[in-house]
């Protein structure tokens, strides 16, 4: 019995045990779980924003923990492992309380706005396997205890703001695999130690700032599959031989970054090597035929360089080869019949060399070619018939050659053709059938050939995409065919130098989008259809030099947006029509050389035309002619005259009581903006900031005095601060938008946008600042103030050519930043002299991107003229159709170098009134390269004639009329870095 009580204790004993000890360890485990829930939650206190699905980090939520957005815990004691917060819209800075998740191995905080730095206690991660915070806003230097993260095996630091020299503390972390520091700020040199970590597969440094030559030690680095060390770092001398010891190389760019001398033919032993990029740098020499060994090989850049020779024979091997870029360099010699049998070629780049001879007539057979473009060279022969014949081809580029002979059929069949260049040729027969309405078909340009017969007419409507279409200087003949109305999409028509005859169709009408519209130089007869009168968005109308007869048709005067109209040497007849004068926007007109009888009206816009526009009428009067004699005149003619005086007293009487209206506006605004700035001091301020501070709000409110004033504009007032820190900053003021109100527009969104924008050509935004009343940008303060203020204000003369040069190029990469590594991308719209400022160094800075947009609805005048630019940087095209895009910023920059040439203002410096920069400098030049000596900057001395006409050439490529005649910002960079040669900038 005893026994029995002793095994019943014994066993009563086990169970007590069994049920308490669970629960000790269950309150343990809960305590664990709830303090790295109360670190999270502590993180998560210093993000300023985040996505909704974060208000699940929560204490009494600690249970949930494992299930907390972007939080991953291990299955054995539920420590926090991974935190993946990607992409969640956070900005903010970074807690140090992170780094009490001792047991995190994976911190993923990539496409965020966090900003300030990042916190130095990353060291007590000493799990941590996997750290990426790219594309955020992260700034200062990386002085973190490196040693400790000895794990360590993927560190990506892309796309931020960290500057000072490269941390040589990585070189500690054995296992590091993957390392990424590019697109930020850092300077110095590449580390020659950076060679010594022997595990990377993966080296970026693309996009910062760095110097010097490349270490030659990073060829050490064998398993090394990725590296990137190119774009807007400026490196001294070239690519070290050493690089072909990089057996394991699959992906070499090195991109924009200032190499010199010759490619290293060592680089023809990476046999595992698929992309090799070198363009837009300084190399010279011939291509090695050693590349010919790189068999792995998909896609080689060579291009904008000042390469020489001819395409290696040993190329013919490279069977892998899809993408063969090599234009703008100085090669030489015949296209080899190769490259028509590399069977996986897709692209095919040569243009603007020296190649000779014939296009390889097997090219496109391999059934593969989506993009060719051999334009600006001096090719001869026909053009392929199998350029076609996979039906992939969408870009076919052959412009300025001396080709000849018929266009292949089988291209009137090529359905996925989007552009076409073929201009400036000698081509000859007929267009193929169905070559112009293709149906993915947006550009056709066949301009300056001598093609013959008439246009072929389209059976079937399928609905086309065409926007512009120049068959202008050919010899083509016959009537104009109908189906030219189902062009719904066609913007440009280019239809001028040829022998077409008939009447021009009615159905011309139907071009609802066309802008410019040119028939000059052929034998049209017949009546101006009025049906162009239906195309409402038309800017541009020349029927000049034809056989069209009868009156000008009224119906033209309800095209609103008309700029140009030329409907000289004609026989047209009959009255001018009084109505034309009330078109405002029409600002060039020639009516010359027909036969118009009467008097010119006198009210309008006639009065702004002189007699060129006039000659050559015999029985038309005026003041511009000969007086008329009213005696003599029908009782029509007498009508129309007296009609066109009372109009213009009408129009006295309307401008007086418009400027009462005005006037009373005026007052009633003023009271508006008193009553505005009275409850301005209630409203509270907030400041959003883009990077580590050392102000607060007040300390930029207290910039906004009279007397700190640097500059006005359209977009508002600028004012230059001093911080407490002794930082001087810029602080703009922007006019008539108010936050939260209907004239916000999205802005406080941009901004955001905007303050995450990272170039070391364009001005930085270091904060937003607003109430319910303003808004406020601070940025960095450019002590040199504007180019614009340098070439034109008191200290006109200082710049020197080379440095003037420098300013063109680094602009222009400030530009193609926003056009091309923006997504998605900026359009400046207001590219001028006075927006590009200059540092203690006189480095350009791109300023005020992204704004004009906003200032729309405002309401002030002064605003209106900066959403579209300044006077004398405006596109032509917008004066019509009211449209921006990023060729309407090439155009502006085009002024701009112009400028740098010149050193004359756009405007105001020609004498005639009206002259603007552009049409001075096509009257003095004729456009010509060779005509630049006439327009240099006198002040200027010891220039290198062969930059300034390159500069030249790309300036006036800018400021082409037709927008798609204009280069990319990148090809503008690519001209502009060939034309510098290689020399010191300074100031005089």
């Known amino acids: 019995m005893a026994a029995s009580n002793v095994k019943l204790a014994f066993f009563s004993s086990l169970l007590l045990f069994f049920l308490i000890n669970p629960s000790q360890s269950l309150s343990s485990h809960n305590i664990y779980l709830e303090r790295q829930a109360s670190i999270l939650v502590s993180v998560r206190q210093s993000f300023e924003s985040y996505d909704p699905s974060f208000d699940s980090w929560n204490v009494s939520n600690y249970p949930l923990l494992c299930s907390w957005t972007g939080i991953q815990c291990d299955d054995k004691n539920r420590s926090v492992v991974a935190i993946d917060i990607s992409n969640s819209n956070i900005s903010g800075t970074l807690s140090p309380a992170i780094t009490e998740l001792r047991s995190l191995v994976n ?39 490196f040693s400790q993260l000895k794990e360590l095996q993927v560190l990506d630091g892309y796309n931020n703001n960290l500057n000072g020299t490269l941390p040589l503390g990585v070189t500690q972390l054995a296992k590091l695999k993957h390392l990424d520091f590019g697109g930020n700020y850092f300077q110095g040199t590449i580390p020659p130690s950076y060679g010594s970590m022997q595990q990377l597969n993966y080296l970026s440094l693309k996009g910062n700032d760095l110097r010097g030559l490349i270490p030659r030690e990073l060829g050490n680095l064998t398993n090394l599959e990725q590296l990137y060390l190119g774009y807007y770092n400026e490196f001294d001398g070239g690519i070290p031989p050493e690089f072909g010891k990089l057996i394991n190389l699959v992906h070499l760019d090195l991109a924009n970054c200032s190499l010199r001398g010759l490619i290293p033919p060592e680089l023809g032993n990476l046999n595992k090597l698929d992309t090799l990029f070198l363009q837009t740098n300084e190399l010279t020499g011939p291509i090695p035929p050693e590349l010919g060994n790189l068999s792995s090989i998909k896609s080689l850049d060579l291009s904008n360089n000042a390469l020489t020779g001819d395409i290696p024979l040993e190329f013919s091997g490279l069977h892998r080869l899809t993408l063969l870029n090599l234009f703008l360099n100085k090669l030489h010699g015949q296209i080899p019949h190769f490259i028509a049998e590399l069977p996986e070629l897709e692209v095919l780049k040569l243009w603007h060399n020296n190649f000779t001879g014939v296009i390889p007539a097997k090219l496109g057979e391999n059934g593969r070619l989506i993009e060719l473009d051999l334009s600006s060279n001096k090719l001869t022969g026909l053009v392929p018939k199998s350029l076609c014949l996979g039906k992939k081809l969408q870009i076919l580029i052959l412009r300025i050659n001396f080709l000849f002979g018929p266009l292949p059929d089988d291209l009137g069949h090529c359905d996925s053709l989007r552009r076409v260049r073929l201009g400036q040729n000698y081509l000859t027969g007929s267009i193929p059938s169905g070559f112009l309405y293709l149906p993915e078909l947006s550009l056709m340009e066949l301009q300056n050939n001598y093609l013959s017969e008439q246009v072929p007419q389209q059976t079937g409507k399928i609905p086309s995409k065409l926007e512009q279409m120049n068959l202008a200087d050919n010899h083509l003949s016959g009537p104009l065919p109908a189906s030219i109305g189902n062009f719904s999409d066609l913007q440009m028509l280019l239809l001028s130098g040829n022998r077409f005859t008939g009447e021009i169709p009615p159905q011309i009408g139907q071009l609802k989008n066309v802008l410019t519209l040119d028939m000059s130089r052929n034998n049209l007869s017949g009546n101006i259809p009025s049906e162009i009168g239906d195309c409402p968005t038309l800017t541009y109308l020349d029927l000049s030099q034809n056989q069209l007869s009868g009156p000008i048709p009224v119906h033209i005067t309800q095209i609103h947006i008309l700029n140009y109209l030329n409907i000289s040497w004609n026989h047209l007849n009959q009255s001018l029509p009084k109505e034309i004068g009330s078109m405002k926007s029409l600002t060039s007109a020639d009516f010359s050389h027909n036969n118009f009888s009467g008097s010119i009206p006198e009210f309008g816009q006639y009065s702004f035309f002189n007699s060129t526009s006039f000659i050559g009428n015999p029985q038309l009067c005026g003041s511009y002619l000969n007086p008329c004699n009213y005696s003599s005149m029908s009782p029509l003619q007498l009508h129309d005259q007296n009609s066109s005086r009372s109009q213009v007293h009408g129009k006295f009487k309307l401008l007086f009581a418009l400027g009462l209206l005005v006037c009373s506006l005026v007052f009633a605004a003023l009271a508006i903006i008193k009553t505005r700035k009275i409850r301005r001091n209630s409203n509270s301020w907030k400041l959003t900031a883009f990077q580590k501070l050392g102000f607060g709000s007040e300390d930029i409110l207290e910039c906004i005095k009279e007397n700190n004033i640097i500059g006005r504009g359209g977009a508002g007032t600028v004012y230059r601060g001093l911080m407490a820190t002794g930082e001087p900053v810029a602080v703009k003021k922007l006019l008539g938008i108010s936050k939260g109100s209907s004239h916000d527009n999205g802005l406080s969104a941009e901004v955001q946008t905007l303050g995450q924008i990272r170039h070391r050509n364009i001005v930085r935004l270091l904060a937003f600042c607003s109430n319910k009343e303003s808004n406020l940008l ?49 359009i400046h719209r207001d590219v001028k002299s006075n927006n590009i400022l200059l540092n203690s160094d006189f480095e350009a800075h791109v300023a005020d991107f992204g704004l004009a947009k906003f200032l729309r609805d405002t309401g002030n005048s002064e605003c209106m003229s900066a959403i579209a630019g300044s006077y004398g940087y405006i596109a032509p095209e917008y004066a019509y159709t009211l449209k921006v895009d990023e060729k309407s910023d090439v155009y502006s920059f085009g002024v701009v170098l112009l400028e740098l040439i010149t050193g004359r203002r756009p405007v105001g410096d020609f004498g005639e009134e009206g002259l603007d920069i552009v049409q001075w400098t096509k009257t003095q030049t004729k456009s010509s390269k060779e005509g630049v000596v006439k327009i240099l900057d006198q002040r200027l001395t010891d220039i290198p004639l062969i930059e300034a006409m390159q500069v030249f050439f790309v300036a006036m490529l800018c400021v082409q009329e037709q927008s798609v005649e204009r280069p990319t910002m990148r090809e503008v960079v690519q001209m502009l870095a060939q034309a510098k040669q290689p020399n010191t900038f300074h100031m005089e």
């Open 107 to 145: 911190l993923s905080l990539q496409g965020n706005s966090f900003s300030d730095g990042f916190p130095r206690e990353i060291h007590r991660l000493i799990r941590l396997q996997f750290l990426n915070i790219s594309n955020n806003l992260f700034s200062g230097q990386l002085d973190w205890e």
């Open 778 to 826: 601070v940025y960095e303060y450019m002590p040199n103030g504007s180019l614009g203020e340098v070439l034109h204000g008191k200290r006109g003369g200082f710049l020197k050519w080379d440095t003037r040069l420098k300013i063109a190029i680094e602009a222009a990469k400030g530009l193609c930043y926003l056009h091309h590594d923006c997504s998605p991308l900026i």
